[in-house]
């Protein structure tokens, strides 16, 4: 099948495309263009790529904020070459998707896992439930958890006399999403912490998504 080339140079226009149902950024070019765009006029729902992430959604029409805690789940184990338009279909049949986020990589494959945020707790619960070990090709089972458990990122290194609302402005500052912070006061000098503090965010996602921000020792 000879693919045009208008593909590949929508992708170069900077992303602004001129004329409405332009394939946007992250679909154009991608080995299964077709199936993808297939899969948004079929749905109406939108797509994006940012941050090393393609974002499907939400829903056509959405109103009002998107749903709280305990409405997304974690889904590990996908091969490399399954995208969108194969695990929309598997994930719909539980309930409303209110967005799907695909993590990717530079060369266009999945990196293994996504998030699936549902309209309704009960719709997650049934995920976990009934798409555990989904058998998405042959031989090959999903692996797919709640994933508000994982809220949590330990920090180290923080200097000792640093407080408790420092510490947050500061993690606020470079990442989204922050709830809580807990310090533990050294023993020895109940004015200093112990030189780490736990980081609760409102979801796991944004609990990723710090943590990848954080990682590379970019921060001080």
Not at 78 to 86: G, L, M, N, Q, S
Not at 126 to 150: H, M, T
Not at 188 to 217: C, I, Q, T, W
Request: positive net charge; contains cysteine.
């Amino acid at each position: 099948m000879s693919n045009p080339s208008p593909s590949s140079s929508s992708k170069a226009s900077s992303g602004h495309p001129q004329h409405h149902g332009a394939i946007p950024e992250g679909v154009a070019g991608a080995p299964n263009e077709a199936a993808l765009v297939a899969l948004m006029e079929r749905s109406g729902y939108g797509m994006v790529q940012e941050n090393g992430q393609r974002k499907y959604g939400p829903p056509p029409g959405w109103q009002g904020p998107s749903p709280p805690r305990g409405c997304e789940i974690f889904v590990g184990k996908i091969p490399r070459d399954v995208y969108e338009d194969e695990l929309v279909p598997v994930f719909e049949t539980v309930g409303r998707i209110y967005e799907m986020r695909l993590m990717m990589d530079f060369d266009g494959k999945n990196r293994g896992y996504a998030f699936v945020m549902y309209t309704q707790k009960h719709e997650a619960k049934r995920a976990v439930r009934e798409l555990n070990n989904f058998e998405i090709r042959p031989g090959r089972l999903l692996g797919v958890c709640s994933s508000v458990d994982n809220c949590r990122l330990f920090i180290g290194g923080i200097p000792k006399t640093k407080k408790r609302e420092e510490i947050l402005e500061e993690v606020s500052k470079v990442t989204e999403g922050v709830l809580d912070v807990i310090v533990y006061a050294s023993a020895a000098d109940k004015m200093k912490n112990r030189g780490f503090a736990f980081v609760e965010y409102e979801s796991h996602r944004a609990a990723a998504m710090a943590r990848r921000k954080l990682m590379p020792g970019r921060i001080q």
